[in-house]
């Protein structure tokens, strides 16, 4: 069976890999112009096709009979061109996020539910929310929207930048792609303005805790992201493709593969401690990409961070370390080596976590390897680690000892990482 995703750009999409664990049909990529579209749809060399942006709405316009979520959400992601050449439309981005709420336990039924966005993803959100019960309030970008799914299932429409009416609402949607790599960082509303919030939701799985996430982190507010759903709308697909029931047990598998693949591997920790040395040794075992922080000054300075360091000043040197780490934070399935004193601006903290697991290499401070160390100079490799441990302990999911040869750490973050 020939499948595969339509859409304009997909370099950067799991699809393949995701139906590679749900499936035994071959899966391609095909990026195809607007202007080739139809022809694509009616004729193109495909059995069973997924369609992302921006072509939801064109296959929905273009297929013989749909599915009753396909209806109801007013776009399709899923098509099969069946025996005699019609097409059929399926929206399993419905079921997705259907799994999604599933999987979290919170309840929308009689309550306010904020959907950030008026988009395709908005529109499918919605339809699935209205069935629950939820009363939505749905924030749009720069005009009001008319599409038919949305006035049926939304009660007030307004503006993101000014949620007023809102502000109470409990459970928070974003599905605007804002935050979305490449431009990691942005969030469509600040949760601080949201008093009441108890969880929110974000179909945005690259990174995979946007910074909205990430803000809900810090204020103690539950946090979701699409992961679960992107797995779980192509597991309802490749229950079309094939005919097959869908299999909860493959897609919470394919989640976690998907989770373990994507997430940088971090290694924090005290100048000396073995995180490039650990780095190295990991990335080849796992057989990942290195980054090294400290490499990175070299490539984009000519200097070494020693060097950097001693000529520019140690303001100068946090800023390009953070601006090295806003690059390198944005990357995933990588592991990546730190500069032992990147703790020290708290921002680096959230560019860190987007992608990251970060573990905490302990060296004992008498055993730190130091030649060549500028921050040492006024001060002892013990006074250093007493100024910093607790941002180390921030900074980390868990902690990793460096005590005994590398063979034996490397051994250690590899057991912690086999864990979860
Ligand atoms: N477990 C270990 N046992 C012995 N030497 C180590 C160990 N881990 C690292 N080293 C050595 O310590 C020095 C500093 O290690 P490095 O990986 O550059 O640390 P960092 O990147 O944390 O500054 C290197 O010479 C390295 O070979
Ligand atoms: O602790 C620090 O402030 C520093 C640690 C160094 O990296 P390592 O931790 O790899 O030695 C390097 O970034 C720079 O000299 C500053
Ligand atoms: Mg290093």
């Known amino acids: 069976m020939r499948c595969g995703l339509l859409g304009r750009t997909l370099s950067h999409s799991h699809s393949p890999l995701l139906h590679s664990l749900l499936g035994s049909y071959d899966y391609a ?24 942006i921006p072509y939801k709405r064109t296959a929905y316009a273009l297929c013989d009979s749909l599915s009753p979520a396909a209806r109801e959400a007013g ?3 899923t098509l099969l061109r069946r025996p005699d050449g019609s097409l059929y439309g399926d929206n399993t981005d419905a079921f997705g996020f259907s799994y999604l709420l599933e999987k979290s336990g919170i309840s929308v039924a009689g309550r306010e539910v904020l959907v950030l966005g008026t ?7 919605c339809s699935v929310l209205h069935r629950l019960g939820a009363h939505i309030a749905a924030g749009y970008h720069t005009v009001p929207p008319c599409t038919k799914t949305l006035r049926r299932t939304v009660t007030d429409f307004f503006p993101i930048s000014a949620p007023n009416r809102h502000q109470n609402a409990p459970i928070v949607i974003n599905a605007t792609p804002v935050g979305m790599y490449p431009h990691n960082g942005r969030s469509p509303v600040n949760l601080a303005d949201f008093p009441h919030c108890e969880a929110v939701f974000d179909l945005i799985y690259n990174p995979l805790r946007t910074a909205l996430l990430l803000q809900a982190e810090t204020l103690e507010i539950q ?28 897609i919470r598998r394919a989640e976690d593969t998907l989770r373990r693949k994507l997430e940088n591997i971090i290694l924090i920790g005290m100048p000396g401690s073995g995180k490039t040395t650990l780095a190295r040794l990991l990335a080849r075992d796992l057989g990942r990409e290195c980054l090294d922080c400290d490499e990175e000054f070299l490539r984009r300075t000519g200097l070494t961070a020693e060097e950097f360091l001693i000529k520019q000043g140690e303001t100068a040197f946090r800023e390009m370390e953070t601006e090295i780490l806003r690059d390198l ?9 730190t500069g032992g004193g990147c703790v020290t601006r708290p921002e680096n903290r959230a560019l860190l976590r987007q992608n990251g697991r970060v573990l905490w290499l302990q060296r004992d401070p008498d055993k730190l390897a130091l030649s060549g160390r500028p921050l040492l100079r006024n001060t002892t490799p013990r006074a250093l680690y007493e100024a910093r441990k607790n941002l180390y302990a921030d900074f980390c999911d868990e902690a990793a000892s460096n005590n005994a040869d590398p063979a034996r750490g490397l051994a250690q973050i590899k057991e912690i990482l086999e864990k979860s």
């Open 119 to 125: 988009g395709g993803a908005a529109q499918t959100v």
């Open 223 to 250: 946090g979701f992201n699409g992961l679960p759903m992107l797995c779980a709308q192509a597991a309802a697909a490749a229950s079309v493709f094939t005919g097959a029931p869908v299999s909860y047990e493959k």
């Open 75 to 77: 776009n399709v992601n």
């Open 29 to 52: 990529l095909f990026e195809i112009p607007p202007e080739q579209v139809e022809d694509f749809l009616r004729s193109g060399p495909w059995d069973g096709l997924n369609v992302t």
């Open 329 to 337: 934070g944005k990357r995933w399935g990588t592991v990546l080596s």
